[in-house]
T-cell receptor
Framework: NAGVTQTPKFRILKIGQSMTLQCTQD?????MYWYRQDPGMGLKLIYY???????DKGEVPNGYNVSRSTTEDFPLRLELAAPSQTSVYFC????????????FGPGTRLTVL | AQKITQTQPGMFVQEKEAVTLDCTYD???????LFWYKQPSSGEMIFLIY??????QNATEGRYSLNFQKARKSANLVISASQLGDSAMYFC??????????????FGQGTELSVKP
Protein backbone atom coordinates (compact mmCIF):
# COMPACT_ATOMS: atom_id res chain seq x y z
CA ASN A 1 0.00 0.00 0.00
CA ALA A 2 1.96 3.00 -1.29
CA GLY A 3 -0.53 5.66 -0.17
CA VAL A 4 -0.24 8.87 -2.17
CA THR A 5 2.59 9.04 -4.67
CA GLN A 6 3.75 12.07 -6.63
CA THR A 7 6.11 12.44 -9.55
CA PRO A 8 8.46 14.06 -10.19
CA LYS A 9 10.10 14.93 -6.87
CA PHE A 10 11.94 17.93 -8.31
CA ARG A 11 11.62 19.89 -11.52
CA ILE A 12 13.06 23.08 -12.99
CA LEU A 13 11.03 24.78 -15.71
CA LYS A 14 11.74 27.74 -17.90
CA ILE A 15 9.21 30.55 -18.08
CA GLY A 16 6.47 29.66 -20.54
CA GLN A 17 7.02 25.91 -20.44
CA SER A 18 4.26 23.51 -19.44
CA MET A 19 4.26 20.35 -17.39
CA THR A 20 2.04 17.88 -15.61
CA LEU A 21 2.50 16.88 -11.99
CA GLN A 22 1.32 13.34 -11.42
CA CYS A 23 -0.56 12.13 -8.36
CA THR A 24 -1.78 8.60 -7.69
CA GLN A 25 -3.40 7.08 -4.62
CA ASP A 26 -4.08 3.41 -3.99
CA UNK A 27 -6.40 3.78 -1.00
CA UNK A 28 -9.62 3.97 -3.05
CA UNK A 29 -10.22 7.47 -1.75
CA UNK A 30 -12.99 9.51 -3.32
CA UNK A 31 -11.58 12.93 -2.54
CA MET A 32 -8.31 14.28 -3.91
CA TYR A 33 -6.66 17.67 -3.55
CA TRP A 34 -3.79 19.74 -4.85
CA TYR A 35 -2.11 22.28 -2.57
CA ARG A 36 0.86 24.55 -3.01
CA GLN A 37 3.19 25.65 -0.26
CA ASP A 38 5.24 28.79 -0.75
CA PRO A 39 8.37 29.30 1.38
CA GLY A 40 7.55 29.95 5.03
CA MET A 41 3.83 29.65 4.45
CA GLY A 42 1.02 27.22 5.00
CA LEU A 43 -0.61 25.25 2.22
CA LYS A 44 -3.16 26.75 -0.13
CA LEU A 45 -5.69 24.72 -2.07
CA ILE A 46 -5.42 24.85 -5.86
CA TYR A 47 -8.04 22.34 -7.02
CA TYR A 48 -9.93 19.44 -5.56
CA UNK A 49 -12.06 16.54 -6.75
CA UNK A 50 -14.85 14.68 -5.00
CA UNK A 51 -14.83 11.79 -7.45
CA UNK A 52 -13.93 10.72 -10.97
CA UNK A 53 -15.12 13.31 -13.46
CA UNK A 54 -15.79 15.99 -10.83
CA UNK A 55 -13.35 18.79 -10.08
CA ASP A 56 -13.63 22.25 -8.60
CA LYS A 57 -11.46 25.27 -7.94
CA GLY A 58 -9.81 26.02 -4.65
CA GLU A 59 -8.29 29.22 -3.36
CA VAL A 60 -5.51 29.69 -5.96
CA PRO A 61 -6.52 27.99 -9.25
CA ASN A 62 -5.16 30.49 -11.78
CA GLY A 63 -2.51 29.05 -14.06
CA TYR A 64 -3.46 25.44 -13.36
CA ASN A 65 -5.78 22.79 -14.72
CA VAL A 66 -6.81 19.39 -13.44
CA SER A 67 -8.67 16.33 -14.60
CA ARG A 68 -9.92 13.24 -12.81
CA SER A 69 -10.65 10.40 -15.20
CA THR A 70 -10.08 7.63 -12.63
CA THR A 71 -10.43 7.29 -8.87
CA GLU A 72 -6.69 6.75 -8.50
CA ASP A 73 -5.19 9.60 -10.54
CA PHE A 74 -5.43 13.36 -10.21
CA PRO A 75 -2.86 15.13 -12.42
CA LEU A 76 -2.18 18.85 -12.15
CA ARG A 77 -1.30 20.69 -15.34
CA LEU A 78 0.74 23.90 -15.37
CA GLU A 79 0.36 25.90 -18.55
CA LEU A 80 2.81 28.69 -19.40
CA ALA A 81 4.86 28.44 -16.23
CA ALA A 82 5.64 31.68 -14.39
CA PRO A 83 8.15 32.42 -11.58
CA SER A 84 5.18 32.92 -9.23
CA GLN A 85 4.48 29.20 -9.58
CA THR A 86 7.76 28.31 -7.91
CA SER A 87 6.54 26.32 -4.94
CA VAL A 88 6.22 22.90 -3.38
CA TYR A 89 3.14 21.07 -4.61
CA PHE A 90 1.35 18.53 -2.46
CA CYS A 91 -1.31 16.11 -3.52
CA UNK A 92 -3.63 14.69 -0.85
CA UNK A 93 -6.54 12.31 -0.65
CA UNK A 94 -9.26 11.33 1.78
CA UNK A 95 -12.08 8.78 1.79
CA UNK A 96 -14.71 11.41 2.44
CA UNK A 97 -14.56 15.17 2.87
CA UNK A 98 -15.66 15.32 6.46
CA UNK A 99 -13.85 13.85 9.43
CA UNK A 100 -11.55 11.68 7.38
CA UNK A 101 -7.92 12.58 7.50
CA UNK A 102 -6.29 13.89 4.37
CA UNK A 103 -3.20 11.86 3.53
CA PHE A 104 -0.47 13.76 1.75
CA GLY A 105 2.03 12.74 -0.87
CA PRO A 106 5.73 13.59 -0.47
CA GLY A 107 5.49 16.73 -2.58
CA THR A 108 7.01 18.05 -5.80
CA ARG A 109 9.47 20.93 -5.57
CA LEU A 110 9.06 23.10 -8.67
CA THR A 111 11.30 25.99 -9.66
CA VAL A 112 10.44 28.27 -12.57
CA LEU A 113 13.35 30.31 -13.92
CA ALA B 1 -9.88 37.79 6.68
CA GLN B 2 -7.45 35.15 7.87
CA LYS B 3 -9.38 32.15 9.04
CA ILE B 4 -6.61 30.28 10.79
CA THR B 5 -4.10 32.17 12.89
CA GLN B 6 -0.95 30.77 14.41
CA THR B 7 0.70 33.61 16.27
CA GLN B 8 3.94 31.86 17.21
CA PRO B 9 6.35 31.75 14.26
CA GLY B 10 8.88 29.86 16.37
CA MET B 11 8.97 28.08 19.71
CA PHE B 12 11.66 26.46 21.80
CA VAL B 13 11.07 23.72 24.36
CA GLN B 14 13.38 21.68 26.53
CA GLU B 15 13.39 17.95 25.89
CA LYS B 16 10.88 16.05 28.09
CA GLU B 17 8.87 19.20 28.82
CA ALA B 18 5.37 19.92 27.53
CA VAL B 19 4.68 22.62 24.96
CA THR B 20 1.52 24.31 23.68
CA LEU B 21 1.21 25.55 20.12
CA ASP B 22 -1.52 28.13 19.64
CA CYS B 23 -4.19 28.16 16.95
CA THR B 24 -7.23 30.38 16.65
CA TYR B 25 -9.81 30.13 13.92
CA ASP B 26 -12.69 32.11 12.50
CA UNK B 27 -15.81 30.62 11.00
CA UNK B 28 -19.53 31.20 11.08
CA UNK B 29 -20.28 27.64 10.04
CA UNK B 30 -21.58 25.52 12.94
CA UNK B 31 -19.99 22.40 11.46
CA UNK B 32 -16.24 22.35 11.02
CA UNK B 33 -13.19 20.28 11.75
CA LEU B 34 -9.78 21.20 13.06
CA PHE B 35 -6.58 19.36 12.19
CA TRP B 36 -2.95 19.53 13.19
CA TYR B 37 -0.19 18.42 10.85
CA LYS B 38 3.54 18.08 11.43
CA GLN B 39 6.03 18.89 8.70
CA PRO B 40 9.59 17.79 9.48
CA SER B 41 12.56 19.15 7.57
CA SER B 42 12.17 16.32 5.06
CA GLY B 43 8.99 18.06 3.88
CA GLU B 44 6.22 15.52 4.20
CA MET B 45 2.94 16.38 5.91
CA ILE B 46 2.09 14.07 8.80
CA PHE B 47 -1.40 14.05 10.32
CA LEU B 48 -1.37 14.34 14.11
CA ILE B 49 -4.84 14.94 15.49
CA TYR B 50 -8.41 15.90 14.60
CA UNK B 51 -11.19 17.70 16.50
CA UNK B 52 -14.75 18.02 15.23
CA UNK B 53 -16.85 21.04 16.14
CA UNK B 54 -19.48 18.85 17.76
CA UNK B 55 -17.05 16.70 19.70
CA UNK B 56 -17.67 17.07 23.42
CA GLN B 57 -14.26 15.94 24.55
CA ASN B 58 -10.82 17.16 23.61
CA ALA B 59 -9.07 14.89 21.14
CA THR B 60 -5.99 12.96 22.22
CA GLU B 61 -3.53 10.85 20.25
CA GLY B 62 -0.65 9.52 22.28
CA ARG B 63 1.52 12.45 23.36
CA TYR B 64 -0.65 14.89 21.39
CA SER B 65 -3.79 16.49 22.72
CA LEU B 66 -5.93 19.27 21.39
CA ASN B 67 -7.16 21.92 23.82
CA PHE B 68 -10.43 22.86 22.14
CA GLN B 69 -12.11 26.00 23.46
CA LYS B 70 -15.08 26.53 21.19
CA ALA B 71 -16.29 29.83 22.63
CA ARG B 72 -12.85 31.31 22.25
CA LYS B 73 -12.40 29.69 18.82
CA SER B 74 -9.08 28.20 19.77
CA ALA B 75 -7.63 24.76 19.10
CA ASN B 76 -4.22 24.61 20.70
CA LEU B 77 -1.97 21.59 20.27
CA VAL B 78 -0.31 20.27 23.41
CA ILE B 79 2.70 18.00 23.06
CA SER B 80 3.66 16.27 26.27
CA ALA B 81 7.16 15.00 27.08
CA SER B 82 8.81 16.61 24.04
CA GLN B 83 11.33 14.58 22.10
CA LEU B 84 14.12 15.71 19.80
CA GLY B 85 12.17 14.20 16.91
CA ASP B 86 9.34 16.63 17.57
CA SER B 87 11.42 19.44 16.08
CA ALA B 88 9.43 20.42 13.00
CA MET B 89 6.95 22.89 11.56
CA TYR B 90 3.42 22.44 12.87
CA PHE B 91 0.34 23.52 10.96
CA CYS B 92 -3.18 24.03 12.19
CA UNK B 93 -5.89 23.59 9.57
CA UNK B 94 -9.66 23.92 9.41
CA UNK B 95 -12.32 22.29 7.28
CA UNK B 96 -15.52 24.29 7.03
CA UNK B 97 -18.93 22.85 6.41
CA UNK B 98 -20.07 19.32 5.86
CA UNK B 99 -18.01 16.79 3.98
CA UNK B 100 -20.01 16.98 0.79
CA UNK B 101 -18.54 20.40 0.20
CA UNK B 102 -15.24 18.81 -0.59
CA UNK B 103 -13.40 18.77 2.69
CA UNK B 104 -11.18 21.68 1.71
CA UNK B 105 -8.59 22.57 4.31
CA UNK B 106 -7.50 26.09 5.20
CA PHE B 107 -4.05 26.19 6.76
CA GLY B 108 -2.38 28.54 9.18
CA GLN B 109 1.12 29.83 8.57
CA GLY B 110 2.71 27.35 10.90
CA THR B 111 4.83 27.30 14.05
CA GLU B 112 8.38 26.05 13.96
CA LEU B 113 9.13 24.03 17.08
CA SER B 114 12.68 23.38 18.18
CA VAL B 115 13.33 20.87 20.95
CA LYS B 116 16.53 21.47 22.89
CA PRO B 117 18.45 18.57 24.50
Amino acid sequence: NAGVTQTPKFRILKIGQSMTLQCTQDMNHNYMYWYRQDPGMGLKLIYYSVGAGITDKGEVPNGYNVSRSTTEDFPLRLELAAPSQTSVYFCASSYTGSTDTQYFGPGTRLTVL
Amino acid sequence: AQKITQTQPGMFVQEKEAVTLDCTYDTSDPSYGLFWYKQPSSGEMIFLIYQGSYDQQNATEGRYSLNFQKARKSANLVISASQLGDSAMYFCAMREGEGNQGGKLIFGQGTELSVKP
